[in-house]
């Protein structure tokens, strides 16, 4: 593809036997096939001074003088710079703005897909020369062949452990007791009635643990700071997770505290600092603090209790709008908690499926897959920190940096590696079980994301929003046919 241009150089007309003098000069063109060609006449005066001067070229204006059926993509400017050198020499330096180099290195993959055949289904925008410009330059020669090295990743192949090993699914599913729906109905029931009391200081006493039996907690405004504890008992690092300023802390919710901390500061009072040693437990959710003693030291800023109101019919129009009775008002509540119970059994057995298919087969997984699931997962998460953290410009560009997010997707390689895992086996599950779901719902799921793109005036693109709902609606098919088919057992932890 090169675009022929003629240089009509004006000699002094002192000398009218050479009045003017035709170079053709080739000039790297993306625009145009490799038979078109447009005539570019460049006038350069014999009294111009030696420094260079800059001559823009446009690729809009160049390629309405060819006909052809494609509508030019990149109205771009290449530039170049004109200097006159001794020896009736000129030197054009000749500037490509990058998205002219975009689109050539794309044109190019794009031809060798066209000719080439590979074993495997070529993932999308996977296709890169891994030959260096700089080798295939020194290799050059126009009376040699020129090679260059294309790779391309191509859609893992899902190897199952065992024959059929999925239709023999085996799975144990934790269900924390936090959810069981009577307990849960009876902690709303309790935090709505707190809500309805007042906050009164305490002055004569320390802090009180929390009796179910007796009394209602305390709530306590607590400094927290905390090290980690060498070997040698010496002083270690700083633990950030555990270190909170203004943390209000209510007695009856010491459970879900570090196991001793409520026993540590029993008797604290206004003013007062306590210093201890704790122990993380192995279960704990930070992986690496399990195991970990600490030493922490808590000061207590101010000390509440509470005057609750007695509970009874009289307070079930604030306890649930609309109740007349403490009875509806406990029957209501169950309701709703039983529903969220419902649905939190559903989630845990889908996780632990899914959890479960992922030791089932091997996979070989491409880096453009990884980086692509890992940068959309990083992408989701981000969006979340935006909606509930205001970041300023340059925290947000630290976040967005490429650093950050490399830094994400080897640390969250295992989780990104998982997700794709299953991923596939449920898009290979899908098609050896010839699983479908209505096309109806598919094209209402589609028209209702557009729409939801529209409302918020965000640019979408239509086929990669389809191909994301035919994903979840496959998901949700093997899900079903999973559950049907599994041995399913559940335990309370």
């Known amino acids: 593809m090169e675009l022929q241009s003629i240089m009509t150089v004006h000699l002094n007309p002192s000398l009218p036997r050479f009045s003017s003098l035709s170079i053709p000069i080739s000039l790297s063109n993306p625009f145009y096939s490799k038979n078109s060609t447009s005539a570019l006449r460049l006038s350069i005066s014999r009294q111009s001074h030696?420094?260079?001067?800059?001559?823009?070229?446009?690729?809009?204006?160049?390629?309405?003088?060819?006909?052809?059926?494609?509508?030019?993509?990149?109205?771009?400017?290449?530039?170049?710079?004109?200097?006159?050198?001794?020896?009736?020499?000129?030197?054009?330096?000749?500037?490509?703005?990058?998205?002219?180099?975009?689109?050539?290195?794309?044109?190019v993959l794009d031809e060798f897909s066209?000719?080439?055949?590979?074993?495997?289904?070529?993932?999308?925008?996977?296709?890169?020369?891994?030959?260096?410009?700089?080798?295939?330059?020194?290799?050059?020669?126009?009376?040699?062949?020129?090679?260059?090295?294309?790779?391309?990743?191509?859609?893992?192949?899902?190897?199952?452990?065992?024959?059929n090993a999925y239709k023999n699914l085996k799975v144990v599913v934790e269900i924390d007791n936090e959810i069981d729906a009577q307990r849960a109905s009876e902690a709303e029931l309790r935090r709505r009635h707190k809500a309805l009391g007042a906050l009164k200081i305490v002055t004569d006493r320390g802090l009180q643990q929390y009796l179910k039996t007796s009394q209602v907690g305390d709530v306590a405004v607590l400094d927290i700071f905390a090290t980690t504890i060498g070997k040698d008992n010496s002083g270690g690092e700083k633990i950030p997770f555990a270190e909170k300023k203004g943390f209000s802390f209510d007695t009856e919710d010491g459970d879900y505290l570090i196991p001793g901390f409520l026993n540590s500061i029993i008797g604290i009072q206004r003013g007062e600092t306590k210093s201890f040693p704790l122990l993380f437990p192995e279960s704990w959710k930070q992986e690496n603090l399990r195991g970990v003693y600490a030493q922490f030291t808590v000061e207590c800023k101010e000390l509440f209790y509470r005057d609750l109101p007695e509970l009874n019919d009289s307070l079930s129009d604030k306890l649930l709008p609309g109740c007349s009775t403490l009875s509806q008002v406990?029957?209501?509540?169950?309701?709703?908690?039983?529903?969220?119970?419902?649905?939190?059994?559903?989630?845990?057995?889908?996780?632990?499926?899914?959890?479960?298919?992922?030791?089932?087969?091997?996979?070989?997984?491409?880096?453009?897959?990884?980086?692509?699931?890992?940068?959309?997962?990083?992408?989701?998460?981000?969006?979340?920190?935006?909606?509930?953290?205001?970041?300023?410009?340059?925290?947000?560009?630290?976040?967005?940096?490429?650093?950050?997010?490399?830094?994400f997707l080897e640390i969250q390689r295992e989780n990104i590696t998982n997700m794709i895992k299953q991923m596939l086996s449920v898009g290979e599950i899908f098609k050896l079980e010839n699983l479908q779901f209505p096309t109806e719902e598919l094209v209402k799921e589609v028209e209702n994301s557009v729409a939801e793109f529209k409302r918020h005036n965000q640019e979408y693109d239509e086929e990669h929003i389809r191909e994301q709902v035919q994903d979840i609606l496959e998901g949700a098919k093997v899900l079903e046919w999973l559950r049907e088919h599994a041995d399913i057992e559940y335990i309370t932890r």
């Open 50 to 107: 030696f420094n260079p001067k800059p001559l823009s070229v446009s690729s809009a204006a160049a390629s309405s003088a060819i006909q052809t059926d494609k509508k030019d993509r990149l109205p771009a400017n290449v530039k170049v710079t004109e200097t006159k050198e001794p020896n009736s020499r000129v030197r054009l330096s000749v500037e490509v703005p990058p998205i002219v180099c975009q689109d050539c290195y794309k044109r």
């Open 114 to 163: 066209k000719q080439s055949k590979v074993e495997g289904r070529a993932l999308k925008d996977s296709v890169q020369i891994g030959t260096k410009f700089s080798e295939m330059d020194e290799d050059f020669s126009p009376q040699d062949f020129l090679s260059y090295v294309v790779i391309v990743d191509v859609a893992p192949e899902v190897k199952w452990m065992s024959e």
């Open 330 to 407: 406990r029957e209501l509540i169950l309701q709703r908690c039983r529903e969220v119970e419902q649905t939190a059994r559903e989630q845990a057995t889908d996780n632990a499926i899914l959890d479960q298919l992922c030791k089932l087969i091997d996979i070989d997984i491409p880096q453009s897959l990884f980086e692509e699931q890992g940068r959309q997962l990083y992408g989701a998460r981000l969006l979340e920190l935006q909606a509930s953290t205001k970041l300023d410009e340059q925290q947000l560009a630290s976040l967005s940096s490429e650093k950050a997010v490399n830094e």
